[in-house]
């Protein structure tokens, strides 16, 4: 009977898996024409890297001579026998995730040599937490502020430079895949946004091996379609796409790990959100119209009179590091009119001006207001149509469009 036994055994009987508590339950399957079956048990439903394997396998027939030994198609991986008939091993800390087949190696009492591939398998998955990005995530070559009123001024090549780096050793084994997106914004000086990208990228801790780590990527980038497009540089690095930003705009930053992957609970605080400033000319030319007030004028007893608008080309310094205009900007154009063409005899005319921009204040101590309003003290040269000129103290209010 023995000479039939073994080109009849290319089936096997492989039973399921166990509860966490260790239970062991099996599942036969039978075939009426072999000679034998062999029920193979492991302990586990699920495995991760660096897991233990306990397998099992039980024969049918106790006296047959033939020798028959578990094997797993794992790379690096070797079952030991423990007992009869129970064999044990370490799932490998760099094996890949996926479904490895169980084979048999049976050696008859001639000394031949099969192998034979069963229908069970071993379920490997990987470790899905997500890892705090303040461990492993630099901005560089200057890593911003995370508060947008000091936000860190950089000149067009400093901007250019901008990119995100992972340091990818700082990511703690068994963390698994990091999934991170990468939102950049720019922002103009009234709060208004100029441009905004989103990037999504993957990271990882290194295996230590560059093929194995590209074929993680690859696999990877395969899994998650949103992640197609990404390049195995930005495993390391991601440049930021800034060109071309409107001077003093602000630029932020956020990082965060992609939730929609839901590879676990949202955390709000788990992200990096940095802020920079795009630096511009220290001299700037604007419009402003404002209302003003005539509080006190030299020649009080020439009769003018005075419209209720005033519109100024204005003159602004502006701080190199800080973007803050200086609170006094200097000015010409009409003043005292009820439009900035109505300019008549008696009825507004010509002024240059000192303006004292006490919102602009405001703001140097970072102190939100809005950015178009201007209120303050100005100091007027005026020169009305036939009438003399005089100086002229008066407070306004306006917006510079």
């Known amino acids: ?33 072999l000679d034998e079956s062999v029920l193979i048990t492991t302990d586990k439903p699920v495995y991760f890297p660096d897991d233990t394997l306990y397998l099992t396998i039980r024969r049918e027939d106790s006296t047959a001579t033939a020798s028959v030994t578990p094997l797993v198609d794992i790379e690096g991986m070797r079952l030991k026998p423990v007992g009869h008939d129970t064999y044990t091993a370490v799932i490998p800390e760099t094996v890949t995730p996926g479904s490895y ?26 470790y899905q937490d997500i890892e705090q990005l303040s461990s492993y995530v630099n901005i560089v070559p200057l890593d911003g502020s995370s508060d947008p009123r000091t936000a860190v001024t950089l000149d067009g090549n400093q901007v250019r430079a901008l990119r995100v780096i992972f340091r990818r050793d700082s990511i ?20 208004t946004t100029a441009q905004s990208f989103e990037r999504r990228v993957v990271t990882f801790r290194s295996h230590g091996d560059p093929e194995r780590d590209r074929a993680m990527f690859i696999q990877y980038r395969t899994a998650y379609g949103a992640y197609a497009a990404i390049s195995t540089e930005e495993l390391d690095q991601v440049r930021l796409p800034l060109d071309s930003l409107p001077a003093w705009s602000i630029i932020k930053v956020n990082i ?9 609970s949202h955390d709000a605080s788990n992200s ?15 419009f402003s119209l404002g209302i003003p007030k005539v509080l006190y004028d030299t020649q ?20 190199a590091e800080s973007g803050n205009r200086f609170p006094v900007s200097f000015g010409t154009g009409t003043f005292g009119v009820n439009s900035p063409i109505d300019v008549g005899i008696g009825r507004g005319g010509f002024a240059v001006s000192a303006f004292l921009d006490l919102v602009e204040l405001t703001r140097i101590s970072n102190i939100g ?26 407070a306004q209010v306006g917006f510079s469009p």
């Open 272 to 286: 990096v959100t940095r802020f920079f400033r795009v630096r511009g000319p220290t001299i700037e030319i604007g």
């Open 101 to 126: 087949r169980i084979l048999l190696r049976i050696v008859d009492a001639r000394g031949q040599r099969f192998v034979y591939e069963t229908a069970r398998v071993v379920e490997v998955e990987e």
């Open 256 to 264: 965060e790990p992609d939730f929609t992957i839901r590879i676990g």
């Open 172 to 191: 703690r084994s068994r963390m698994g895949p990091q999934f991170v997106t990468i939102r950049t914004t720019a922002l103009l000086r009234d709060g």
């Open 1 to 33: 009977m023995l000479k039939f036994f073994f080109p009849c055994l290319l089936s096997f009987c492989i039973a399921g898996t166990a509860h966490a508590q260790a239970q062991k339950r099996s599942s036969p399957l039978l075939q009426p024409m």
């Open 369 to 394: 207001f809005f950015r178009r309003v201007n209120a303050g003290l100005e100091l007027t040269q005026f020169f009305p149509i036939a009438r003399r000129a005089r100086l002229l103290i008066n």
């Open 300 to 319: 009080a007893r020439d009769t003018v009179e005075y419209g209720n608008t005033s519109a100024m080309v204005r003159f602004y310094y502006v701080d």
